[in-house]
């Protein structure tokens, strides 16, 4: 939900929790990489839009049925900062990022984690950076976006204060399924957050800035085939083990708008990042 520096972080909760409570919360933060728009003699670590260098035998990325996936964005894992975020990225290659945005249909289809039918429409790939690649023209039917270059900073993250693992740490025993009577919850820490910092930004790992209801209990409700209500321990458990592994915000220098100024965000299991099984990796998004 917020991100910063470390200090800027901590100052912030020692304004308005009581120390113990700012030192666990300080505890549950997560570095995470920040992907701005690169100028002058910025590193660049990725970009938005363009088109991608997929690897010659590879085929561009399609929902049977429906049609082409847009390229969305590139990040060079080599560039990455090397001291976040804390998962286990792959020191080299590439992240591809692809997704249906409905330029083929007026957004008749959508692509959604609670339709298990519409789960192609959105992929991510990794490219080794020993494989041989050539950068590919889109399908004469789409249209890319343009080019914007990113520079990455490695930056803290907290997640919502509604989210399982808050609520695990500050009210184990409240009812699940409802926001709970913390300071960590209270209308004046919530105003503070939303103060410091309200923009979702493009982001590699760290906590996910959700637009709405964390992320990580769409996913897994998602993934429970939604046979279970927000109250259900399942739920929670299932939540805890996903972490994010890119966002990306509507961004008007790339023409980006998803929906009404929302963020398409890419979650994967640990192990599953840990194995190279990026054809794992869950997708949704949301917007105001």
Not at 22 to 30: C, D, F, H, S, V
Not at 199 to 222: F, K, T, W
Not at 236 to 247: D, F, N, R, T, Y
Request: glycine fraction near 8%; aromatic fraction near 8%; charge should be negative.
């Amino acid at each position: 939900m917020t991100h910063g520096s470390l200090d800027a972080l901590r100052l912030l909760a020692s304004r308005h929790l009581s120390p113990s409570d700012a030192e666990k919360w300080i505890g549950l933060l997560r570095p995470g990489v920040r992907l701005e728009v690169a100028t002058g003699s910025d590193d660049v670590a990725g970009r938005l839009g363009g088109l991608p260098a997929l690897p010659t035998a590879s085929e561009w990325p399609v929902w049977e049925g429906h049609g082409p996936l847009s390229f969305i964005a590139s990040v060079d894992c080599a560039h990455l900062p090397v001291a976040a975020p804390d998962m286990d990225l792959p020191a080299a290659g590439t992240l591809l990022f692809f997704y249906f945005d409905g330029q083929l249909d007026d957004g008749d289809a959508l692509v959604l984690a609670e339709d298990r039918e519409s789960w192609a429409g959105a992929r991510v790939l990794h490219v080794a950076a020993d494989e041989e690649v050539a950068e590919r023209g889109a399908p004469a039917e789409l249209k890319p976006y343009p080019v914007v270059p990113l520079t990455a900073r490695v930056e803290m993250t907290a997640t919502e204060p509604w989210h399982p693992s808050v609520r695990a740490a500050f009210a184990p025993a409240a009812p699940l399924g409802n926001r709970y009577d913390h300071p960590v919850c209270s209308q004046e820490f919530l105003d503070a957050l939303w103060k410091f910092d309200d923009e979702v930004g493009h982001r590699i790992g760290g906590h996910a800035h959700s637009v709405q209801n964390p992320v990580e209990m769409e996913i897994a409700e998602a993934v429970l085939d939604g046979e279970v209500s927000w109250d259900d321990p399942r739920l929670s458990e299932e939540a805890g083990g996903w972490v994010l592994l890119a966002q990306f915000d509507s961004e008007d220098a790339a023409d980006m708008m998803w929906g009404d100024a929302g963020a398409l965000y890419w979650l994967i299991r640990p192990e599953d990042l840990a194995e190279r099984r990026f054809e794992r990796a869950m997708f949704t998004w949301q917007c105001s």
